[in-house]
């Protein structure tokens, strides 16, 4: 499950939420306004997804706030579904809306979902209906047919050009040092005044033919292989260092309390304890969670 940002708006709406099946890579694509919440999220898929399919086994996802929030955790708890996070760092894990070109081999997703070949397409031949109302509204489908096919392979023409404008062959050899771009886990809040890249690390050494391992510091909970795509050379002589963003076990980011929102006094056991409402950083004001304030 992930999303899809940045696309053009339609009816208000300008992204979509790509739901596909880990086995037979059928997706289901839902659009959403640009300010989704935790609130919106669940709602469209039990609407749209679990009418059809029921509630699931697992859910993959990476760590957008939506998914890591209190209020998503806690409703598929209730509901028996294990929530799975993608591997810290690891681009290969965003499948969603990029694994769905990559078809099962040897059948379709719609033979693998329904067990049946889906039904075939039968092109209109001029002049094959003796009803004209008819004859004009199959040729009016294979018009619309031939030119959604004729932009889509245009739109990806284009598309592949301007990647290929911009892609650039980047190559590290043991020894090198190389700075880390800070995905998946930039700050919402003062981007602009984040560093988007840490380090300078040392490069282990090539894993593959795309990724690299380097050398991190001590106690760091991410994965140490990263894809080429998230390193940048470090040329000067001057290094200009930034540490990790501290990641808890869960490979999440270790939660800040920025506020607290509300007090309240609770009975435990024969006494009394204080409790606050706290706003976390990187969360939803309604994510807020009721602490013990000696814990804090």
């Given at each position: 499950?992930?999303?899809?940002?940045?696309?053009?708006?339609?009816?208000?709406?300008?992204?979509?939420?790509?739901?596909?099946?880990?086995?037979?890579?059928?997706?289901?694509?839902?659009?959403?306004?640009?300010?989704?919440?935790?609130?919106?999220?669940?709602?469209?898929y039990m609407t749209?997804?679990?009418?059809?399919?029921?509630?699931?086994?697992?859910?993959?996802?990476?760590?957008?706030?939506?998914?890591?929030?209190n209020f998503w955790q806690e409703l598929f708890k209730q509901l028996g579904t294990k929530l799975h996070m993608s591997t810290a760092y690891h681009p290969q894990n965003r499948w969603p809306n990029r694994g769905v070109e990559s078809m099962p081999r040897g059948t379709t997703p719609y033979e693998a979902l329904y067990s049946q070949e889906p039904p075939l397409h039968l092109p209109y031949l001029a002049g094959a209906s003796l009803v004209a109302v008819v004859g004009r509204s199959l040729r009016n489908?294979?018009?619309?047919?031939?030119?959604?096919?004729?932009?889509?392979?245009?739109?990806?023409?284009?598309?592949?050009?301007?990647?290929?404008?911009?892609?650039?062959?980047r190559e590290f050899t043991v020894g090198n040092l190389v700075y880390l771009k800070l995905?998946?886990?930039?700050?919402?809040?003062?981007?602009?005044?984040?560093?988007?890249?840490?380090?300078?690390?040392?490069?282990?050494?090539k894993i593959g033919i795309v990724a690299y391992k380097l050398l991190l510091p001590p106690g760091s909970r991410i994965h140490h292989t990263f894809h080429v795509s998230q390193l940048k050379k470090h040329i000067s002589k001057a290094s200009v260092t930034s540490n990790l963003p501290l990641?808890?076990?869960?490979?999440?980011?270790?939660?800040?309390?920025?506020?607290?929102?509300?007090?309240?006094?609770?009975?435990?056991?024969n006494s009394a304890a204080m409790e606050v409402l706290v706003e976390w950083e990187n969360t939803f004001p309604k994510d807020a969670t009721w602490e013990n304030i000696q814990e804090i």
């Open positions: 499950m992930d999303f899809v940002e940045g696309l053009p708006t339609s009816k208000g709406k300008s992204v979509v939420m790509v739901v596909v099946d880990k086995l037979t890579k059928y997706g289901h694509f839902l659009a959403l306004f640009h300010h989704f919440s935790a609130l919106d999220v669940p709602q469209v749209q997804i679990y009418k059809l399919y029921g509630i699931p086994e697992s859910i993959i996802s990476d760590r957008d706030k939506v998914f890591v929030s489908r294979e018009v619309t047919r031939e030119l959604l096919q004729f932009h889509l392979k245009r739109s990806e023409e284009r598309m592949k050009q301007m990647a290929d404008q911009m892609r650039s062959k995905q998946p886990y930039r700050q919402h809040t003062m981007r602009n005044l984040f560093p988007k890249y840490v380090g300078p690390f040392l490069v282990e050494a990641v808890g076990f869960d490979g999440a980011l270790s939660r800040e309390p920025i506020r607290v929102i509300d007090r309240r006094m609770v009975k435990k056991g």
